[in-house]
């Protein structure tokens, strides 16, 4: 059975101390490891798709990398607006569709 | 792109009562899902469409639960008899053939007294 554990579950930064939030995952066949972010009341916002080992992707302070057991969100120089919830899937294609595993999600706050 | 749209946003009701949730997708979409958030459990994938065929029902958790898609632009998810178990976030998202990764509508967070 597909298996994600995100760790930790709560994280609280000061606004700049940049770290790193992890991701591990027992899965057969991998299709692809996705992050989402979610606000308070809202739904998750998908953020990126990796698909193989060694793989990085970066947008604004966040940079994901994925190994072949684990993926870190590295959240350089926070900012108070980086504040939620961070999601990490795993996915099997399925008829060309993404079936997404979520793990329990780390929750970011981001102090001024 | 209006995004995933669902209706109700929140929904109280009592116990025993029959809940319908809506969802509509983003339009030229083909793949429809249906997830629950709860504290203890995340986020669950109950059921999932694809060009308005349910494909894989095995997260429905009782009988009592019932997804239709009866078009492309349209998807229920009933509870009858509700329960108060069965309060928390429901969440639908919908994606394209091949493109990867779904996007969620806002939720409809649904309480059970």
């Known amino acids: 059975e597909d298996q994600v554990t995100q760790s930790p579950e709560a994280l609280r930064l000061q606004e700049g101390e940049s770290s790193s939030l992890n991701c591990s995952y027992t899965?057969?066949?991998?299709?692809?490891l996705f992050w989402y972010r979610q606000d308070p009341g809202k739904g998750p916002e998908f953020l990126f798709t990796?698909?193989?080992a060694g793989e990085e992707k970066e947008k604004e302070r966040l940079k994901a990398t994925l190994t072949k057991k684990e993926s870190f969100l590295h959240i350089t120089a926070p900012k108070p607006e980086d504040s939620a919830t961070y999601l990490c899937?795993?996915?099997?294609?399925?008829?060309?569709?993404?079936?997404?595993?979520f793990g329990q999600g780390t929750r970011l706050t981001i102090n001024p | 792109d209006a995004g995933v749209i669902q209706s109700p946003r929140h929904e109280v009701t009592e116990m025993g009562q029959e809940v319908t949730l809506r969802c509509k997708p983003i339009?030229?979409?083909?793949?429809l899902f249906w997830y629950r958030q709860t504290m203890m459990r995340g986020l669950e994938l109950l059921i999932y469409f694809n060009n308005n065929v349910p494909i894989d029902d095995s997260g429905m958790p009782e009988d009592r639960f019932s997804a239709k898609m009866p078009n492309a632009s349209f998807s229920t998810l009933k509870i009858q008899p509700s329960e108060p178990r069965d309060s928390a976030v429901y969440f639908c998202?919908?994606?394209?053939w091949g493109q990867g990764a779904p996007k969620f509508g806002p939720g409809t967070r649904l309480t059970v007294t």
């Open positions: 339009s030229g979409h083909d793949y």
């Open positions: 990796l698909y193989s």
């Open positions: 998202a919908s994606s394209l």
């Open positions: 899937a795993v996915s099997h294609l399925i008829q060309g569709a993404q079936k997404l595993v």
């Open positions: 899965v057969s066949g991998l299709r692809g």
